[in-house]
């Protein structure tokens, strides 16, 4: 059964080139690797040989992987999405009750999530506590620390 993957246009162009990047790059590299292998003489006993070998069969695991991956992916609409509350691809401002500190994070696809670019994956617990909330609304956080009150200051798409 396939699983269907919620991506936006530059995660799955991220992924297409990955993609490009082993089978034009990687995939011309191994096989060079087995046929100096080869050429080394008995293969019986040739160790670069096992190892390519070896390697090729990750590779071509991994290429079917991505193309199966990409074969299901959804791009997700932005211009479709509610902006008078917090869903994927909305990058929230919030409040920390606590210590008045404020933070910017963009929902995203857990597959796209960079905490050092802001990018918040939607399956986080900070995430899912902020899903479905709008502006001026206070929710409390389960995380690992213990709970935090935060408090939504503004709901903006990029």
């Not at 297409?16 to 690797?33: A, F, G, N, T, Y």
């Not at 090729?56 to 509610?82: F, P, T, W």
């Not at 956080?141 to 903006?156: D, H, K, Q, Y």
């Amino acid at each position: 059964m396939t699983k269907i993957r919620y991506y936006t246009e530059e995660g799955l162009q991220k992924l297409k080139d990955e993609l490009e990047h082993l089978m034009k790059v990687e995939r011309p590299s191994i096989s060079q690797q087995i046929a100096e292998a080869r050429d080394k003489g008995d293969l019986s006993e040739n160790a670069e040989y096992d190892a390519a070998k070896n390697a090729q069969g990750m590779l071509e695991l991994k290429i079917a992987k991505l193309q199966e991956v990409i074969s299901n992916v959804r791009v997700i609409d932005e211009s479709k999405l509610d902006t008078s509350k917090v869903l994927i691809l909305s990058k929230v401002k919030i409040k920390n009750l606590a210590n008045n500190a404020e933070m910017t994070y963009t929902l995203v696809p857990e597959k796209e999530a960079d905490l050092k670019a802001g990018k918040l994956s939607v399956s986080s617990p900070i995430a899912k506590g902020l899903l479905g909330k709008t502006v001026g609304e206070k929710t409390v956080i389960e995380v690992p620390a213990g709970n935090i009150t935060f408090e939504i200051l503004e709901i903006t798409r990029e």
